[in-house]
């Protein structure tokens, strides 16, 4: 018998090492491609194909080569052996093979159909990573990006649309998809479990509001640090900590078996919209910016590895009448979700959902790194095999579909993209005045009761304690909490009350700044009536991933505080608002 | 035999899943503690550890935890087992247990001393991480930050004794190192190999050739692709392509067998020379910051698992005298290493290297990130392992010992610190003449020749072919070259070119700025001479790891091209410069 050692000889061994580095490089080159694509695409002003879908193709070519071009290397695939003493799967084994000990690493447990004849493609294996790592390293970034760059503003006024599409919205999808899919002839459709559904409900939610309390709370301690530590004379310092606690929100709830997904979004958010305002300039510049590159990579290696697992990964299952149900029964849950719940929505709001904006959110239903990353974690079994293989499809069609085919959906509906609500009322509008009118009726969107509940205890209590500015504790809190309220204030709250105290109509630099635009372009006319129908928004429609942190624009604009009149004109003395102005209330600088 | 099943219910696949987010949950945590003590450290002046050293003490006191809290797992660890059939030991094995294919990974060969009781403990296992990660993904960002970050004027102005040091040095060091340590009293220590020798350090020179030369091709492309496309239209893309093609010089040179770490620090080096010119202001400062906040995570990981790896590591193999030889042959070899070439080089240089920075070149020889991760990389044998328990020590000893103690050495030794050298000079000088007298006897130590050649050079063809600044090519490169030349000029050159021909004294908006500036202080006084031994300045003391780039503020420095009289004074009109200004020739924004 002849012996042949593998990894044994210094070169062979060195060979093996090349092959991390030779992996990681077929990444970087297809990264590489798909960024001058991008760069491309956007310079010759291409629209039909989303750069994601970009990164998928390259991948799809590279797996197409590596899988054809590539041959089993050890010729003993296939065979099962039995080492008879074991009566479990140990963690390591160390095995003897002519004489000499090698250790061998607990993989997985696999059923016999799935000993293929490309089981043994070293290079088709090592070019498959480890579903964690997606998971707990390349997924973060992409959530927690998209919650630290949400626009605020938006998300908080459409608040009751947005939950609503989330959770019945959610909750009603699931259930057709599982009516559709799961289903099967043989079983009586109608012994539906009562008692599992509400717990499956009940789970969800506890599930859910332990995942919000994680990452807001990781959140809230990186928001402590930062106000109550001088952590800001040292950005990096800075950056590095709002990068691990964010992090580890993500890592914190799995590990406590919560779902970091939601965690890490929700830490985003809470992070961007307490942590933000206490970190230096040099951090708040530098956390965007780097959140933005890393959600920008990862988004494309995970795009560019999806392309190469249609032909790397080496147990799909494709099942024709599974992906057909699966196809069919994505399209009906997201329309039983959006049409019903936007009529039911429309009901309550002043500014009604048009027709065209719920076909764009009916079409805008695409699949994609988190149905994949989760689709990826169980790939042992054959039907999470299949599942894999069909939720792979799905983001394929989504992406290249529906992604590609947004632009021309947006356009044949007439939707203007690219443009702030507000701003887009603006423009149309004819002159300043009109858009005053325009941003009262705007406010009064923003009046809505959960947005006005949740505002008045944000602005009275959480961003005082969370950070330098809202008006100082001591004037919230109730007398007996003073000693608490004193500690937690930032001296710099106090400045501010002071200033408000001192001069009843005081006016910012910035205020003066814009009051001085606006009253450059008061000159231009009389009042007038706005067109409601000039410009409309949809709520949510803002891509989360546009990368505007959105908090620079919105650090010019005045708001009352809840329960005084509205207001969208400004305060400065000799413009003549026409609404009266906030008054002694203090004024914040960053509304949301 | 009762079946005992690993990872076969959902539930414990679900722990499985759950460990990889603890393991990386355990390192944000040992980064959050480290971070948060940097902190304190720096607020309380603390400089008797230094940072990456804490890194260390936190990860020593979590491997202790882990090492003596947790308890082996698999109770069968250490039992070898036969499967007969095998004639070789495959990458992928498949094993029948109690009718039950499981699928195991090759991981190593081990020899029998190595199966010790701990084997089995998957915690240990599980924070043990791949060599390979710290290789080809941590150590990067690392190098590539020196690269990137070099104080490059004070580099090339210093190129020769750097060169001495890094090459000979080395190998000095390297002979002196091997003499003591790979020496035994029973062989002959007369059977020098001469042949082996100069095969050797051919092998040495080739590698370093290649892997230089690889590093900078890579740094040619992405200045060539910044500078001939409009990528930096598209900040974010201009960003993640420096990124990738920086990553891939290091992946690249050790796929084709050179080293990674040296074309990855030529690269860096010549990315922050030519592509930083090209970028986008927003490039420009996102590729900084990102750089300087990957270096800083990846440095402290790999502290942090340092110090873990003292207790987590499951192979150790301390061998007193190899570790107390290894420590003497460094320190001898670093004496040989620095004085005797400080004494050769002294010799030939105008401004002389002093005794007390020839000490702290001596006391500054830590090992470190780098030292660490090539050897861990192999750590199969017995003497490859006893290698990485060794290095670990010196790693360990010269970060706390000389790292903390290089504060007190410094102010021992009289140096000052974080003072540019010019700037130190300046600050000496009690009126600003005086520091124009200084200034040219600077620039005389800036005239070594390798710098004058090179310099030459890089002014002539490679600024103008690689940047959007320089001469045109037409001007530099001979007539036949033209229609190339013309090819490769940026039509910002010419336009330089035509500004420099219309007016003999042009005067840009920063020499107007720092004119009016030094203006204001030569009303001082009369010119005196400078005192040179003021402040004295070692050659390549910068700190690589500032993070500061260097190129701001040599924007505002002019120096006139190689040939032409040094001037340290500006040609501003009006303000009477004592040297002939640079006149037709023109005047580049950044020297280095």
Redesign the interface.
Known sequence: ????????SGKE??QF??Q???E??VF??L??LT??T??LF??HRCRFLHETGGAMVYGLIMGLILRYATAP??M????????G??????????????D?????????????HN?SPH??N?VL?KMTF?P?IF???LLPPIIFHAGYSLKKRHFFRNLGSILTYAFLGTAISCIVIGSISIYSPKENPNAFDAAAFFQSAGNFLAIFAGSFAMGSAYAVVTAL?TKF???C??P??E???L???S??A???A??A?LT?IVAVLFCGVTQAHYTYNNLSLDSK??TK??F??MN??AENVIFCYMGLALFTFQNHVFNALFILGAFLAIFVARACNIYPLSFLLNLGRKQKIPWNFQHVMMFSGLRGAIAFALAI??T?SQPQQMMFSTALLLVFCTVWVFGGGTTPMLAWLQIRVGVDPAEGVKQEATSQQEANSVDKSTTKTESAWLFRVWYGFDHKYLKPILTHSGPPLTTTLPEWCHPLSRLLTSPRAYGEQLKEEDAECIVSQDELALGFQEAAASALGPPATPDPKASPQAPGLDSMHE?DLGLGSYALRLESTPGQPQHGQLASPGLGSQDAPGGREPRLENVM
Chains 1, 2 share one sequence.
Request: proline residues 2%.
């Open positions: 018998m002849e012996r042949r050692p593998r990894f044994t061994e060195y090492q090349r991390g580095a030779v990681l490089l970087n080159f990264l590489i960024i001058l991008i760069w956007k310079n290397t050890d003993e695939s296939g065979t099962v052996y039995d080492c003493k074991l009566a479990f799967s140990p963690s390591t084994l160390l095995i003897n093979i002519t000499q000990v090698y250790e061998y690493k607990y993989k997985r447990e696999i059923s016999q000993i089981q043994g070293a294996e480890d964690e998971f707990n390293v640090l530590t001088k952590l004379e040292f990096l310092l950056t590095g900590l990068f691990l606690l992090w580890s993500f890592l914190c799995e590990a078996g970091g510049m530098r910016q780097l933005e590159v920008f990579l974690r169980d042992e990368g």
